[in-house]
């Protein structure tokens, strides 16, 4: 993480078309999708069933995955405690920027600390939606299509988030998202969950 100060001689420059431009060429207006949870909660699988069904319907979005992102933005990055800060961090300037383009953003990320999410939610106090993937530590397991839960239980993975490494839920997250009878929701349901929830705030037509 870095640690330079602020320099004096940098100045915000505004530029002619602004947010407003933007969101009333697109029709929509940008934010923040953010989702969080364990490992194998479905994060991914929603991100992009949201992007599916916002692009059928007309609206542009973008989803920031957090695997993906480690491929690049991120690579330098581990995952010990201040390196997790610092990719939350990257992902939600990045996110803001999106979101300030007048795009829908929608980031899928563990992000386990409940500061590191709070952060993000102070760039676009009004156009940030936490979703909470609230699906139980032993589902999440039992999926474990990547294979870390098993390697974490061997020992071969350190600070494991779940296991050797806590996950904070939100307190109060505009969605959130639970199994339905001991059956978590088809992806296409959980969509349409949080693109109604965008339609109802009006995020969706400007």
């Known amino acids: 993480?870095?640690?330079?100060?602020?320099?004096?001689?940098?100045?915000?420059?505004?530029?002619?078309?602004g947010r407003h431009e933007r969101q009333k060429l697109l029709q929509q207006k940008g934010c923040v999708?953010?989702?969080?949870g364990l490992s194998?909660?479905?994060?991914?699988?929603?991100?992009?069933?949201?992007?599916?069904?916002?692009h059928n319907r007309g609206n542009l979005s973008y989803v920031l995955d957090g695997d993906n992102l480690r491929h690049g933005l991120n690579k330098d990055l581990g995952f010990?405690?201040?390196?997790?800060?610092?990719?939350?961090r990257r992902v939600g300037e990045v996110a803001k920027l999106f979101a300030d383009a007048g795009l829908i953003c929608i980031a899928s990320l563990i992000s386990p600390y409940r500061r590191d999410r709070d952060a993000c939610r102070?760039?676009?106090?009004?156009?940030?939606?936490?979703?909470?993937?609230?699906m139980p530590l032993e589902v999440c397991e039992q999926r474990d299509s990547k294979g870390l839960y098993k390697l974490a239980r061997e020992g071969k993975i350190?600070?494991?988030?779940?296991?050797?490494?806590?996950?904070?839920?939100?307190?109060?997250?505009?969605?959130?998202?639970?199994?339905?009878?001991g059956v978590c929701p088809a992806p296409s349901i959980m969509a349409g969950q949080v693109v109604t929830y965008l339609e109802d705030k009006g995020f969706l037509h400007e």
């Open 80 to 88: 010990k405690a201040e390196d997790r800060a610092e990719n939350i």
């Open 1 to 17: 993480m870095s640690t330079l100060g602020k320099p004096a001689n940098i100045f915000w420059h505004e530029c002619a078309v």
């Open 33 to 36: 999708v953010w989702i969080t």
């Open 40 to 54: 194998g909660s479905g994060k991914s699988t929603l991100a992009c069933s949201v992007g599916r069904q916002l």
């Open 158 to 181: 350190k600070g494991f988030t779940g296991i050797d490494d806590p996950y904070e839920p939100p307190l109060n997250c505009e969605i959130e998202i639970r199994q339905m009878d």
């Open 122 to 134: 102070a760039l676009l106090p009004d156009h940030f939606i936490e979703v909470f993937m609230n």
